[in-house]
């Protein structure tokens, strides 16, 4: 090739690549058309063409290979607060609609202002502003939000409504880890909650698939964001998205992101969101968080033990023993507890996790937020700082359960001013747990509390490598309306994410409960991330069917352990929890007394995480239509096969 020819080359190369520049930048495109006469207005982009129904808000969305068509307004989606009472109303029932072109430079679509609302023969002090607009070169169709703030305020509102099941066939969620769930699903399904950041969604979307094609909805706004969803049993599900007020008000722009493939999957789905959690700063990988802590390396390819000191039950709880008083007491000391794990070295596990129940002044979920000091029955702070000395010599990593959101009536700083305040007044009490009677802590005052026990715990010379915050990272966020700290859920969600930094601050590893998509960025491990089982978290058959929609985003960012038995917790009642957590390619538990057989288990997976540990989970699929046997691959082709009815697995290439 000469010069000349190499020169034209390039410049025509620039000039292709300048008109493709200019294609996307080209203010006349997307074209937006509003018809008065049919009411209806179009937005016709290159790819996909968008229509609203001006008289009941449905949208039609058109892309090369598929038609999605999104229901329009019905009574009670959204919800007022009229004179200090909720009354609900149809968005489509506004007698004033006006439909404008908005164009802000990056998106081009419809502004839809609503208002003139009436509750009975009142009118209400209400506006509404919905924008549908495409963005990008893809053309991702984004919905926003925008309330006024007069004397009526929203208190919840549906909007976009949800995919017509004519236009689906399976929906899935990241309930839990993932499900994957066929329109025509023959059981009842439902979520353990609806809003964001708990296990009914531990991640802010979910999807739809028909054929090869795939839709993704993203929740960008997700504090006081969720879900409405249903699946009677035969189908169909309706799901589209639920936003909530904050302390009262719509205090911000709600906004959700519309991605359509017309050749994708539930991985699409999820690969698309992956690409989403790096831009925005949710995706937070190991390798980074090794870089920022190095002790987090020790937690490459070995197991984790779980383990305790004290287990009391309090007469209030609903778990107390009233036929078997000794069972509501159960004690072995530090010392017993390290000569335990010294037995367990000599087995052949020579490092590990070791998480610590009950090591407090009375045990397992007891007086918290007060649990100093340890636990005296059980040898106090010597005893916990020989322990912790026994942990070191044995390259194990210590960590304590701890707990600041259950805030007992009979902790030494309980007070009910400190205790969160509901919207309507009233503080929650109950006594599930073990130490009884309690209350919820306010979020605001959970950090200070941190602060001061571990503070006290490293001073002590109590060699502390880590902390488990209970149920942080799996109970939504929540309110507090106190006037002494009032807290909103985007407040509660930065004061756990404080309260987890601070453990990172005197270089301790951080855990909570279950993964969930806010708290990644902070933690390091969680103690399982399962499937939703039914009729309740814990035990019995899967609801629809188990996919890893959350290692398929975030595997490379968190680590996750599994539960190696047959029906474990959060493991569907007829399946091998060793197998699921060789497809995910997570950490394993293993007892105090492992038998041969546990041991090989452990091994296999220890080995394996060695491997994938800082790797992308890049796919799962499906082998057969059983949907029992199925397959995991990693950055480095790893391949992981299962068969779930037959207990057979198999590595690609063979763990060594």
């Known amino acids: 090739m000469t010069k000349f020819t190499r020169n034209l080359s390039v410049l025509l190369a620039m000039v292709v690549a300048a008109e493709q520049a200019v294609a996307q930048v080209n203010p006349d495109l997307p074209r937006v058309t509003i018809n008065e006469q049919t009411r209806s207005s179009q937005i016709l982009g290159t790819k996909h063409q968008v229509e609203l129904n001006h008289s009941n808000l449905a949208v039609r969305v058109t892309t090369p290979a598929k038609v999605w068509h999104m229901a329009g307004s019905l009574p009670g989606d959204i919800v007022v607060r009229h004179v ?63 309330a006024s703030d007069g004397a009526d305020r929203v208190v919840e509102c549906s909007w976009p409504g949800g995919l017509m099941p004519e236009s689906f066939d399976a929906t899935v969620v990241p309930y839990m880890q993932g499900m994957f769930l066929s329109k025509d699903w023959p059981e009842k399904v439902w979520l353990y909650d609806t809003m964001c950041f708990g296990r009914g969604l531990y991640q802010p979307w979910w999807g739809h698939q028909q054929g090869k094609s795939a839709l993704l909805i993203m929740l960008e706004t997700p504090d006081d964001a969720g879900c409405h969803f249903q699946h009677p049993a035969g189908g169909p599900t309706r799901i589209g998205p639920r936003w909530v007020h904050s302390l009262g008000r719509f205090a911000y722009p709600r906004r959700a992101r519309l991605c359509f493939m017309d050749d994708g999957n539930y991985v699409d789905l999820a690969k698309r969101y992956r690409r989403y959690a790096i831009a925005t700063g949710r995706f937070v990988s190991l390798r980074e968080k090794v870089a920022r802590n190095p002790a987090v390396a020790r ?44 037995a367990l070295s000599q087995a052949g596990i020579t490092n590990a996790y070791v998480h610590l129940d009950g090591w407090g002044l009375r045990g397992y979920d007891n007086l918290h937020p007060d649990v100093l000091p340890p636990c005296p029955e059980a040898g106090g702070w010597e005893g916990m700082r020989q322990f912790a000395e026994a942990c070191d010599r044995l390259g194990f990593v210590f960590a304590i359960h701890d707990q600041y959101r259950d805030y007992y009536l009979d902790a030494r700083s309980y007070n009910d001013r400190h205790a969160v305040l509901h919207e309507n007044g009233t503080r929650y009490y109950g006594s599930t747990w073990f130490g009884g009677r309690q209350s919820i802590l306010c979020p605001s005052l959970a950090p200070g509390h941190v602060r001061k026990n571990h503070s006290a715990i490293l001073a002590s010379g109590v060699k502390l490598k880590g902390a488990y915050l209970d149920v942080f990272s799996v109970v939504p ?60 978290p814990g035990n019995g058959p899967a609801m629809g069917i188990p996919v890893p929609l959350f290692n398929l985003v975030y595997h490379d960012a968190l680590l996750i352990p599994w539960s190696l038995g047959k029906g474990a917790w959060g493991i569907p009642e007829k399946d091998l929890g060793f197998l699921h957590g060789l497809a995910n390619g997570g950490m394993p538990y293993v007892s105090m007394n492992p038998s041969a057989a546990e041991l090989e288990q452990v091994r296999a997976m220890c080995d394996l995480h060695r491997r994938v540990a800082f790797l992308e989970m890049t796919k799962h699929e499906f082998l057969d239509a059983s949907r ?29």
């Open 299 to 342: 937690l490459i390819g070995v197991p984790v033990v779980h383990t305790s000191i004290l287990y009391h039950i309090q007469p209030e709880s609903s778990y107390y023993h009233k036929d078997d008083p000794a069972k509501n007491h159960q004690l072995v000391t530090f010392t017993q507890r390290a000569k335990d794990l010294e």
């Open 477 to 536: 966020p929540e309110e507090c309306y106190a006037p002494e700290h009032p807290v909103t859920r985007s407040d509660c969600l930065r004061y756990r994410g404080e309260c987890f930094d601070f453990v990172r601050s005197w270089g301790g590893i951080i855990s909570s409960e279950e993964p969930s998509d806010w708290s990644v960025r902070h933690l390091d491990l969680v103690h399982h991330g399962p499937f939703a089982l039914t009729p309740g």
């Open 84 to 146: 200090g009472k909720p009354v609900a109303l149809e968005l489509a029932g506004a007698k004033r609609k006006t439909v404008s072109v908005y164009d802000n430079g990056f998106q081009k679509g419809l502004k839809i202002e609503l208002g003139e609302f009436v509750a009975g023969s009142e009118p209400l002090d209400l506006v509404l502003q919905l924008f549908l607009c495409l963005e990008s070169p893809e053309e991702e169709l984004v919905a926003t939000l925008v």
């Open 628 to 656: 029992r046997k199925q397959r995991t691959s990693f950055a480095d082709g790893t391949c992981v096969t299962i068969d779930l009815d037959a207990d057979r697995w198999e590595v690609d290439p063979p763990l060594r």
